[in-house]
């Protein structure tokens, strides 16, 4: 009754329940609960610690227990729970009970326990567990790959907490990659759920990453201050934790970007008793002491801050916190002068969010490469960087990257003598902060010296300036304010914008707004309603766009105004079109394009993985979404290339459009040229050539002109129509065929821009298993129940070659089904296939013994072991160091020693927490 209680988030009636059963205090030297009372702690301790955020008193309650987690003669199902919850509150933040690598060897363990007993509730918390123990170590991949191998698991659940924790896990980890959109999709998720089961500990940490998330991206200071202050009041009964640090910090990053540092600093002597036993919670207040030293020109104080951080920052540990204190010494030393320094701390930030795996930092790192390389007069350098940056563009439209690189633009343009070009990218960095609410940089900017200032009427550098804020329509927004007020000085000026659900939201404003403000009709070009009068900018679909001045309806200097403007209403049209596409990329919470691990989902049913081989190729399909370039896939037959072709159509933003397949062996001039200039019913779209080495070397010259021209004509009427994005696919060698003269060179070049290679089925044997289940269920005679297959049958599936890939397994499996009986349990064993790939296991292995593949995976199991273990103890249990011992990453020895069941803990000397009481 106690677990279904809990599964319906009714945590605080399990404790009134259970807490009358728990024993008066046993003896340090008692024997270990009987199992009936060993339940009743572990349900407390996960009451007490998912509920209340108390990891002290749930590891008092399980310490009695923890020599179950190695007995033998205990059931599976108690051992799994011990190690769950053990690992659970060694994953909590708490500087009493947080041991990362305990925590990952004892989940592990958990979970493997509870599929001994098929338990899957218990094997989804476990990976939830493990999740946010890598999240402690900022190892974002570990983190997604825990949540990934969680989400099946989690939505087969009717756990409530189950599904509150996951949406809060998955928003940690997309923010710390920087995808501050699926963080927040998540975060509403996540606050919606805990408001109605009237949980304060989940609401207050989905309060406390909604400021921070919001800070990210740019949005109205005061929208965080509000959160993380009603976060704190939700916070306040609870346990010190995670959150309460997040929320102190969202409410210091506020004070700071808003220059009331007094504020700040009484929020400092709050945070640091209130989060001194949070584990990590020192180094980030440490960091903000820092940032708030330099936005006080106190550099001697700002350096002794980044000094303490001292051993937090040791390498390999907390890489992204690394790369933030990187950027603020960067900046230290650029004010003191020491600009050689300072760019080696910046190429040390870039380090460091790359093994973060943080594209926002990345790109700041960058910028700042760029910035300090122009400033010493290294142009080359500089541009060399910039243009490295724009890898990480969609994050352009977050207001604080945007800003940074209006400086960095300003710098450069300055280094190259661009005098002018330089004052318009300075006067839009400082329109940037001021959006941003930051009065600190606003003003250092504003108090740069004076430099020579354009003169040209607004009309004539209108343009260049809505094209360069086309980021977001905050900054478009702004640019054409400025302009106006230009023609309309001394008056209230603002931008609104009108959607048809939200109404009416303000974007930008210039001067005081009048007494009344008596809107537009949404479908009006214009209005006059006194005191104001209003221009449409754009209008489309749902949304509306108005530019509005303080002026009497017969008021000339309006009219003057308007005329002047009125020819730039289209390019402010395709700036607020092209704003709003790059903060749909940032920002719109699709969960279409949110995946449970992090990690890309290509969304085909039929394509099936879970290889590194097959993910990488699945992010490299997701970073060309937006591209419109031709693609050339590469692979041998079978391997799967047309469903890579539909996948890249699927994930791109002409997916509403058709998708069309042609082979190349017997196509006609005709065909071909009707299908690249586009259907007539259905423009554009996607255009696969399948097998392009048999395209006749006439037709590819239709092709190449295609690709140099960007569309082609319509054969008989001469018109052009929608250009259609090229895929082509080919298992031959295109450059062998170009030097025979069998295939157009420029056609080479032109396809080879990007290219997708997939990799052969023996290349990926872990994908092996998913097909064979994929397969045997979608292949199965209809009416008939799904069918198992044998260890030693998927051996020999694992073990053979595959020459003719994924098609020729799902033919083998396809072939087999027709001999499979139906009753009682089908089941299909070795003799179901074919003669050669019996073959492929070993002679002597048969169903007398278990299959070698097992006992090769023994042999090479314990040469591992030894390995790793050997590399831990000389390094005294120092993981980064043993990764460099054995040539691993350290995410690659993490996943080595979870598969190993080896814990690192034992080969770290450590002094034992004293005996807490229990509360």
Known sequence: MARSLLTEGRAADVARM???????????????????????????????LLRYGDARRARTLLAPLTPL?????????????????????HAWEDTATHDAARAIHLLDRAYRLFEQTLDTAGRCWALLGQALAYGTLDEAGLLGQAL????????????????????????????????????????????????????????GRALAQQALVDLDLGRPPGTALDLARTALDHLAALPPGRPLLEAYLALLRTHLLRGDLEAADRVFARAKPATAEVSGAGAHLLLLQAHRALRGDDLDA?????????????????????????????????????????????????????????????????????????????????????????????????????????????????????????????????????????????????????????????????????????????????????????????????????????GWTLLREHGPSPA?????????????????????????????????????????????????????????????????????????????????GGEPTLPLPGLVYASPAMRRLAGRIHRLRTSHSPILILGERGTGKELIARALHATSERREAPFRLLACADLTRERLERHLSGNADEPGGTLLLDEVADLPFDLQSVVLRFLEAGSTARPGDGSASATVRLLATTHRNLDALVRKGRFHESLYYHLRVVTLEVPPLRLRREDIPLLVRHFLRHLRPPGCPMISITPQALDALILYEWPGNVRQLRNEIERALLNVASEPAPLLDLEDFSASLRTALPTGTGPAGPPLLYNLDEAVAATERT???????????????????????????????????????????????????PS
């Open 69 to 89: 987690v190695e007995q033998e003669t205990a059931s599976p199902a108690l051992r799994g729970d011990v190690a769950l919850w053990l690992g659970w509150t």
């Open 867 to 917: 390995l790793i273990e050997r590399a831990l103890t000389e390094t005294g249990g120092q993981v980064r160091a043993a990764a460099d011992l054995l040539g691993l990453t350290r995410q690659g020895l993490y996943k080595k020693m979870r598969r190993l069941g080896i814990d690192v803990s034992r080969f770290q000397q450590r002094t034992e927490p004293a005996p807490l009481v």
């Open 18 to 48: 259970l807490e009358p059963l728990l024993p008066a205090e046993s003896p340090t030297d008692a024997p270990v609960p009987e199992a009936g009372e060993a339940t009743v702690r572990v349900l407390l301790a996960r009451v007490g």
């Open 148 to 203: 990934d191998r969680a989400a099946p698991l989690e939505e087969t659940l009717d756990d409530v907490q189950a599904s509150l924790w996951f949406q809060a896990l998955h928003a940690r980890f997309d923010h710390y990659e920087g995808r501050y959109a699926c963080a927040r999709f998540h975060l509403d998720r996540l606050a919606e759920r805990a408001r109605h089961h009237d949980d304060p500990a989940a609401l």
């Open 302 to 502: 700002a350096a002794r801050h980044l000094d303490a951080l001292g051993a937090d920052l040791l390498p390999g540990r907390r890489p992204l916190l690394a790369a933030e204190a990187a950027l603020l010494r960067s900046d230290l030393l650029a004010r003191q002068g020491a600009l050689d320094r300072a760019h080696d701390q910046a190429r040390q930030a870039m380090v460091h969010a790359a093994e973060a795996g943080h594209d926002g930092r990345r790109a700041e790192a960058l910028l700042r490469l760029a910035r300090l390389s122009a400033e010493q007069g290294d142009l080359e350098n500089a541009q060399t960087y910039l243009h490295q940056s724009e890898a990480y563009s969609d994050h352009f439209s977050a207001l604080p990257l945007a800003a940074q690189r209006f400086e960095t633009l300003a710098a450069l343009a300055r280094c190259e003598g661009r005098t002018a070009d330089s004052e318009a990218y300075l006067a839009q960095a400082r329109a940037t902060y001021a959006l941003l609410g930051d009065v600190v940089r606003t003003e250092r900017l504003r108090r740069e010296p004076a430099r020579r200032r354009s003169t040209a009427a607004p009309p004539d550098n209108l343009g260049l300036a809505l094209a360069r804020s086309a980021l977001s329509v905050e900054l478009v927004a702004e640019a054409w304010l400025q302009a106006a007020e230009r023609l309309l000085p001394g008056r209230w000026l603002g931008v609104y914008a009108w959607h048809r659900r939200e």
């Open 516 to 596: 009344s403000l008596p809107l537009p009709a949404p479908d009006a070009e214009s209005a006059r309603h006194d005191p104001v009068c209003w221009m449409r900018l754009h209008a489309r679909g749902e949304q509306a766009f108005f530019f509005g001045a303080h002026a009497a309806p017969d008021d000339p200097a309006w009219q003057a105004a308007t005329d002047r403007l009125r020819p730039w209403l289209p390019v402010v049209a395709l700036a607020l079109d092209h704003a709003d596409q790059q903060a749909r990329r940032l920002t719109a919470a699709l969960p279409n394009d949110v995946t449970h």
